[in-house]
């Protein structure tokens, strides 16, 4: 069975930095697009970076565009966040989850984004608390 386990949460001011991992077992890593999610409680989950790795497509979502950076390093299971420039409407908590990807595929992630509804596993989530 896969696991996902995000790591590197915490509260931190406005404008400050964190680093988010994710580190995946139990799944063919490149047979998947890994994705991050976030969700404030009363609110809808909102995608806000995928990564395919096979391909080397990303996708941000444009109110996280030019502030987050998802990368992984060559033949390892984690996949990593940097929050740059973080703001208090960025407090949430972050979720990595992974999608199979059907093969052959192009710019997966440029193509279509965070889809919690073709998500296969989740990650338990990391808090993100930015004050202002």
């Known amino acids: 069975e896969a696991q996902l386990v995000e790591s590197g949460g915490g509260l931190v001011q406005a404008g400050e930095s964190l680093r988010l991992s994710c580190t995946i077992t139990g799944l063919v890593f490149d047979d998947y697009a890994i994705m991050w999610f976030r969700q404030v409680p009363g609110k809808e989950r909102e995608g806000v970076s995928c990564?395919?790795?096979?391909?080397?497509?990303?996708y941000y979502a444009d109110n996280v565009k030019g502030r987050f950076a998802v990368s992984s390093e060559h033949a390892k299971t984690t996949v990593y966040l940097q929050l740059n420039n973080l703001k208090p409407e960025d407090t949430a908590t972050y979720y990595c989850a992974a999608e199979k990807t059907p093969r052959p595929t192009v710019k997966f992630c440029q193509l279509y984004g965070p889809r919690p509804e073709k998500v296969e596993y989740w990650g338990q989530g990391t808090q993100v608390t930015v004050s202002s």
């Open positions: 990564l395919y790795r096979r391909d080397g497509s990303s």
